[in-house]
């Protein structure tokens, strides 16, 4: 049975979920005749890329200045204004957390010139990732307006992927890909410590090691009593 037959096959109900969401069986069809074919150029950056410079990222002000303290008000001032609005994307497969939804996993326990980001597998062959001195926390701020009028051609990156004992294609896109279409800004934050705002889980055991990490980070927000 082709990959179409097998969609054409599937519950009217469920088709109809996947119609009204944006799924496309055709250009599906197009991605599975690609699978193995060039992907490792097709993945990655074409072109030069170099590290971002010094110039490039703006220090966050320190916790506790006088200068942290505006921000902190003027950030409440906005988001009671209705004026920021914060939308949690549960990206990912999860495929390394047991098939869950992976923003559902409990984390501290039940009380609880041209600049882009990409992601290191993107990277032309040669560049060492060593040469860049931040690491990308996934966290954006974009004008509803510059979102709503954006329009790109999204690269989707084929991925191989691991359920159960079975192998699985999937592809994707990397948010990041936004700052190519939308001039970027960055801001460095703090990595480790309370402060710290982004703890990246990738399967439960390294989530059991870094769960007090995340419930100290969690306690110290207010997330927790």
Same mark, same amino acid.
């Given at each position: 049975m082709s990959l179409a037959q097998q969609?054409?096959?599937?519950?009217?109900?469920?088709l109809k979920r996947l119609h009204d969401r944006g799924f496309d069986?055709?250009?599906?069809?197009?991605?599975?005749?690609?699978i193995g074919v060039e992907r490792d150029a097709r993945n990655r950056l074409?072109?030069?890329?170099?590290?971002p410079t010094p110039d490039d990222i703006t220090a966050a002000p320190v916790e506790g200045t006088a200068e942290h303290g505006r921000h902190r008000e003027r950030g409440l001032a906005a988001l009671a204004a209705g004026e920021v609005a914060l939308?949690?994307?549960?990206?990912?497969?999860?495929? @390394?957390? *047991?098939?869950?939804?992976?923003? $559902?996993?409990?984390?501290?326990? !039940?009380? %609880?010139?041209? =600049?882009?980001?990409?992601?290191?597998?993107?990277?032309?062959h040669g560049f060492d990732p060593a040469a860049v001195?931040?690491?990308?926390?996934?966290?954006?701020?974009?004008?509803?307006?510059?979102?709503?009028?954006?329009?790109?051609?999204?690269?989707?990156?084929?991925?191989?992927k691991k359920i159960g004992d079975r192998k699985a294609i999937q592809f994707e896109r990397l948010l990041g890909e936004i700052t190519a279409?939308?001039?970027?800004?960055?801001?460095?934050v703090p @990595?480790? *410590?309370?402060?710290?705002?982004? $703890?990246?889980?990738?399967?439960? !055991?390294? %989530?059991?090691? =870094?769960?007090?990490?995340?419930?100290?980070?969690a306690r110290a927000r207010g997330m927790l009593g």
């Open positions: 969609i054409s096959a599937l519950p009217a109900p469920l069986g055709s250009r599906l069809s197009r991605w599975a005749a690609t074409p072109g030069r890329v170099e590290p939308c949690v994307l549960a990206g990912g497969m999860a495929t @390394r957390m *047991g098939g869950v939804v992976k923003a $559902l996993v409990e984390a501290p326990g !039940p009380d %609880l010139r041209k =600049r882009i980001i990409t992601e290191e597998f993107r990277l032309p001195p931040v690491f990308n926390t996934n966290t954006f701020i974009v004008g509803a307006a510059a979102l709503d009028a954006l329009a790109m051609d999204w690269t989707y990156v084929e991925v191989e279409a939308l001039e970027p800004r960055f801001l460095r @990595r480790e *410590g309370v402060a710290s705002r982004f $703890l990246p889980v990738k399967d439960v !055991p390294e %989530l059991e090691r =870094r769960r007090p990490e995340i419930e100290a980070i």
